[in-house]
């Protein structure tokens, strides 16, 4: 049982884009210990099958339990869309799941009735179709229009962004004519906030543009409090895994976590 105040949050993705997710709940609650993980070995998620990304996502649950982390954040919507239910049966005893999902459909719910809303995510997010299902359960005439964006975690990973040719590409998916007249864009994907400005810019700043790494952290500091498990030691010690080692990915930790942030390789098969 690892439900204790001073056990660490779990965090995990494909490669950076958890990240962002990580650094608001290091903001929100800086006296957590986060233990994250990002299966660089396996990305991208978002073509992979439904039934390969559970696996991987069991694996590395295997390895935050082992971690003796409290909550798991699954910081990728691809793993919250193909294996969100499975963990949640999976570490039940040990430990509670978070998904990136449902805390963006809350916040819709609260803030969009009636409006148009469109989403860019990866194949595998976009397929499931799962954002669409929770938005027409809750029945309050949101309208959804969905885009998968293959390119774009790859380009992120690559620290591809910022110049012409990342704008070039962005700029041809959201001239989608299915993206067209929406009232907010849903980011589906946790690599894209780390584009989210030039998102923005391609709207000049007129169309909201959402994405969850916020009410994700939010929704996780509600849980703690409710459980009293909040942690109040004062200087956490965060510790971050990959399962492939890559310069781009300790290049991007060390821009969201300072330089003292030091990776470590974990395998998730031998
Ligand atoms: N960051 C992930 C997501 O939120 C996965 C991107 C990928 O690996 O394809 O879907």
């Known amino acids: 049982m690892n439900k204790q105040p001073e056990n660490p949050i779990g965090i995990f993705d ?5 990240l962002t ?20 070995a396996h990305l991208p998620y978002g073509d992979k099958s439904e039934s390969a990304i559970q696996a991987y996502s069991v694996k590395i649950a295997n390895v935050l339990l082992e971690k003796g982390c409290k909550v798991i954040v699954i910081a ?30 809350a916040y819709v719910s609260e803030n969009f009735t009636g409006s148009t809303l469109g989403l860019i995510g990866t194949k595998r997010t976009v397929q499931s179709d799962i954002y669409t299902k929770k938005i027409n359960g809750l029945t309050k005439n949101i309208k959804l229009n969905t885009l998968a964006t293959p390119l774009l975690a790859p380009m992120i990973e690559e620290g591809f962004f910022n110049n012409q040719i990342s704008r070039e590409i962005i700029a041809q998916y959201l001239s989608d004519p299915h993206l067209g007249k929406i009232d907010a864009l849903i980011l589906a994907c946790t690599h894209y906030p780390l584009i989210k400005k ?48 890559t310069e781009s990915f300790e290049t991007s930790t060390k821009l969201f976590f300072g330089q003292n942030v030091r990776l470590e390789s974990h395998r998730l098969w031998n």
């Open 198 to 245: 030039e998102i923005s810019e391609y709207y000049l700043g007129k169309t909201v543009v959402l994405d969850s790494s916020l009410v994700v952290a939010r929704s996780l500091k509600d849980y703690l409090i409710a459980e009293g498990l909040l942690n109040s030691a004062p200087y956490p010690e965060n510790h971050f895994y990959v399962s492939d080692y």
């Open 76 to 105: 990728c919507h691809s793993a919250s869309s193909a294996a969100y239910e499975l963990l949640k049966e999976y570490v039940r005893h040990e430990a509670h799941v978070i998904n990136v999902i449902d805390p963006m459909i």
């Open 14 to 18: 494909s490669g950076i884009g958890g």
């Open 21 to 40: 997710v990580a650094h608001a709940i290091r903001n929100l609650l800086p006296h957590e210990k986060i233990v994250y993980f990002g299966d660089t």
